[in-house]
């Protein structure tokens, strides 16, 4: 089964009210430790993504400090030292602050932009008008291809890509139950298609936990996929989200063991 394209109803979903929430940290540190990784060899890499926002946030902007996710989040964990300077996610933070002020925190295609060289690729696709036209402003001077278009059908497109090492990361809003049932379906096929290419899916914990029948398939279908996740306390009442997971497929070595000391850091969390 493939991936149906993004409705416009997903258009409502935007992320500068949740960026550098505790799901951005455990997504973000994965995804940096990964990129780190595979640049320390001299072949260049690409790096796809399919949901990619406006790739920078204002944690001090007003739809920030409305949901306090970001003081729960990137704030505090910082402040109890998850992250040494030397950690590729804190790199990557530190870049952005440097060039964006002390309030930016990256998205995902800015973290990678930031960890990154000049012999590597960059593809993006963002499908809000208001999200690309920030994204593309953001990461034109990075280089890269910019798409305001539907993901899935532009990542399947292109796999396998060129250069064939890289990343795939999906990151969809699961404003839409369908997502969930589509997108085991549309990792197969780019798996397929790809079959060296490192998949990362995002998915939120909900209460209603709608991501477990997706998560049944995606383990069926690939038993040697690394599933990793991680709940926290709401970052305010009545807050749906009570933790993260990541399936990735051909995980870079030493992901297992990040995905491990994350898990022990956000346990230790306390629920008050």
């Known amino acids: 089964m493939g991936a149906k394209p993004e409705s416009a109803e997903m258009l409502s979903y935007q992320h500068h009210y949740h960026a550098g929430n505790l799901a951005d940290v455990h997504k973000h540190a994965l995804l940096a430790s990964m990129l780190d990784y595979l640049a320390q060899k001299p072949k260049p890499l690409i790096y796809i993504e399919t949901h990619s926002g406006r790739g920078l946030y204002a944690l001090d902007a007003p739809e920030a400090l409305k949901t306090g996710e970001a003081a729960a989040g990137i704030a505090r964990v910082e402040r109890l030292g998850w992250f040494a300077p030397t950690h590729p996610y804190a790199r990557a933070l530190a870049a952005t602050r440097a060039k964006h002020g002390a309030s930016a925190y990256p998205g995902s295609p800015l973290i990678a932009a930031a960890l990154l060289r000049q012999i590597d690729s960059i593809r993006l696709a963002e499908l809000h008008p208001q999200e690309f036209a920030a994204l593309r402003a953001v990461m034109a001077p990075h280089g890269g291809i910019f ?95 009570q933790g993260s997971g990541m399936f990735i497929l051909n995980a870079p070595w030493g992901t297992e063991a990040e995905a491990a000391r994350l898990g022990k850091l956000f346990a230790a969390l306390p629920r008050d």
Request: glycine share 8%; hydrophobic share 45%; net charge neutral.
């Open 147 to 241: 798409e305001q278009t539907d993901g899935l059908q532009m990542a399947l497109s292109i796999t396998p890509p060129t250069p064939r090492r890289g990343i795939l990361l999906i990151d969809p809003s699961y404003e839409i139950k369908s997502e969930y049932e589509t997108l085991p379906g549309f990792v197969a096929n780019v798996a397929r298609k790809w079959n060296v290419g490192v998949i990362a899916l995002w998915y939120p914990l909900l209460a209603t936990a709608p991501h477990i029948p997706m998560l049944a398939a995606l383990t069926a279908a690939h038993p040697a996929g690394l599933r990793h996740e991680v709940r926290f306390p709401p970052a305010r009442e009545g807050h749906g989200m």
